[in-house]
């Protein structure tokens, strides 16, 4: 049975793009122009196919002439909250094929971080991390919030695996307070890197704090996660009315 003749499916992409920004003597993220370029040159192909994909939610877009890139690569509708020229802000953008409804987009930078001792070994506390939140008009469907994250990293490292567990377990739990103060009773797709995954405590929580979601089909082929150092997903959320 072909399930896409009787559903509307909404195709929901999260991809961490590995976007650090460029400090001279250093290359923190190799070949970056030209994976942003691909990146672009993908969503164009996905932006024009009506079977591509609907939503596309980045992070690590810290550098703004990428920002500006990948808002320009087929996508009509764009969220970016990020202060313009800012070393490092959220990273965070919101891509969409339907229209966005602007008096709903919003922000909530986390109250956690990264720690000033950490400032060399990971630059966490350079960062900004937040939430980003808009609803989109789908023209089917109806109405979905979608909300996009990247929580502080795992560094597991002796003689402290893991130093930023609470941390990353205050972002999770403020996002998804903010969430449910934000939202009205329309459908939630919740996405972004959590910087965990399947099998972890955090993510056991997440089950418990959230019953009634579903995880998307398929996840688990399309999500790829490292314990050690940076993480990257690319998930895709079917959901359908």
Known sequence: MNLSAIFTVVNVVTLNIWGLP???????????TERVDRICSVL??????????DIVLLQEA?????????AN????????????????????????????EPESIARRNFSVGGDLAGIFADGEILARKAGLIAKVL????????????????????????DRYFSERQEQISEYLAWIQETVDRNPVIIGGDFNFGRGSRQWDWLKEKLPTFVQAPDADEFCTFQPEGSSEYL?????SK
């Open 22 to 32: 460029p400090i001279p003597g250093s290359d923190l993220a190799p070949h970056r």
């Open 44 to 53: 164009r192909e996905q932006a024009s196919d009506p079977k591509g994909w």
């Open 62 to 70: 810290w550098v703004t002439r990428d920002r500006k890139k990948l």
């Open 73 to 100: 690569c087929g996508y009509s509708f764009v969220v970016d909250r990020d202060i313009p020229f800012a070393l490092v802000d959220s990273g965070l953008m919101i891509l969409s094929r339907y229209e966005i």
């Open 138 to 161: 789908h023209p089917k469907v109806g109405p979905v919030w979608v909300a996009n994250t990247h929580l502080i990293a795992v560094y597991d490292r002796a003689p402290d695996p």
């Open 235 to 239: 998930t895709r959320y079917d959901i």
